[in-house]
């Protein structure tokens, strides 16, 4: 279990950093003995034995049944930088014990491999951009850094966090050298991507317009009604007297008569007698072509005859909550958000395949 004790810990520290790591955070699994366990954040007292399905790094089994050192070979060239199957197999025993997932087996092994060796090359490659933009970290980041880690595993100083770190198959030097990669790749990236990528009010306008049904989601409206039902079994004939109901209906509305009366006199739906009114309703209480007809009009508003499967039914639109003040300057920050994301995304993608172009990769999995 050496080799998965040693593909483990780069996890632990990577948890421990908040983010720190150069692979995504993917989740804390309870075993991870640096995170899960005691709350207090001391090491617990019985380490937990990650899953069997995390693989190991390539050894060889001597004649005696001990086991050799790992077989290593170089499985891709990144410029002039090696990565070697034990970098590699170690990089995917970290994706796997985050996302505490076994690896596919057969064919779909071969392709899964091929995927962490590409998410592999990215990071390379965005390490290997920085250093030739001379991106620098002083000691001091990297110190702050190291001290929130002190900080979450309760480590008085640094040799009690490298006593810690050591429990887990790492040295304070390459813990500091991790820390020291993620710093250089955010600074990469905030130069060449996230400071390309900005997001207009104008844009936020035009997302708020095209999908504020979604927006308002939850926010509710009230609503009157006026209801003509066909007598039962009376086919066409009963819908057309339902129809011409409805109209004479109508007709009384548009000549200034009061909704609330025209409904106690004449609607089928027991809201009648209260005036028609359907009271505070919210979206997706209604089928929704009624909600759609409703929520068409404007306040006050009153609808023309409207058939469904019950009969005739003329709506008026009382009042609607809608997306402003408070609500509307929290919306506009998450839209503003999302927009960020999709163009940060975008963006991310297209410079990391220059990055590919320009390189020399050769594939030797």
Avoid at 85 to 92: A, C, K, N, S, T
Avoid at 293 to 316: A, C, D, K, M, N
Wanted: charged fraction near 35%.
């Amino acid at each position: 279990m050496r080799g998965a004790a040693r593909a483990a810990a780069p996890v632990a520290l990577a948890l421990a950093l908040g983010g720190c790591g150069i692979l995504p955070a993917l989740g804390v699994p309870t075993w991870v003995p640096l995170i899960g366990g005691a709350s207090s954040g001391k090491l617990a007292a019985t380490r937990a034995e990650p899953p069997r399905t995390a693989p190991l790094l390539s050894r060889g089994v001597a004649p005696d049944g001990e086991q050799t050192p790992p077989v290593d070979r170089v499985v891709c060239v990144v410029n002039n930088d090696a990565i070697t199957l034990y970098e590699l197999e170690e990089y995917e025993a970290h994706l796997l014990y985050e996302s505490k997932e076994s690896p596919p087996e057969g064919e779909a092994r071969e392709a899964f491999r091929k995927q962490i060796l590409d998410r592999f090359v990215d990071d390379r490659l965005q390490l290997q951009q920085a250093e030739r933009e001379k991106l620098a970290v002083d000691d001091i980041d990297i110190n702050e850094r190291m001290a929130e880690v002190m900080k979450r595993l309760s480590a008085q100083n640094e040799k009690e966090l490298d006593d810690k770190l050591k429990e887990q198959g790492l040295s304070l030097e390459s813990a500091k050298k991790r820390v020291r990669n993620r710093l250089l790749v955010d600074r990469i990236v905030s130069r060449r991507v996230r400071l390309r990528v900005s997001v207009t009010e104008q844009e936020v306008d035009r997302y708020l317009e095209q999908n504020r049904e979604k927006l308002e989601v939850g926010l509710g409206f009230e609503a009157s009604h006026i209801l003509f039902v066909p007598p039962a079994d009376s086919g066409d004939d009963g819908w057309q007297t339902a129809r011409r109901r409805a109209d004479e209906a109508s007709a009384r509305l548009l000549g200034g008569e009061e909704f609330a009366e025209v409904a106690r006199q004449t609607s089928d739906d027991p809201s009648g007698k209260d005036g028609g009114r359907l009271g505070k309703l919210k979206r997706g209480e209604l089928a929704p072509e009624i909600e759609a007809t409703i929520l068409r009009l404007r306040t006050g508003e009153v609808s023309t005859p409207f058939r469904s499967g019950v009969g005739y039914h003329i709506f008026r639109l009382d009042s609607r909550e809608m997306l402003g003040g408070e609500a509307l300057t929290q919306a506009r920050g998450q839209v503003r958000d999302i927009l960020f994301r999709e163009k940060y995304d975008a963006r991310l993608k297209e410079w990391l395949g220059e990055l590919r172009q320009r390189a020399i990769i050769d594939v030797r999995l």
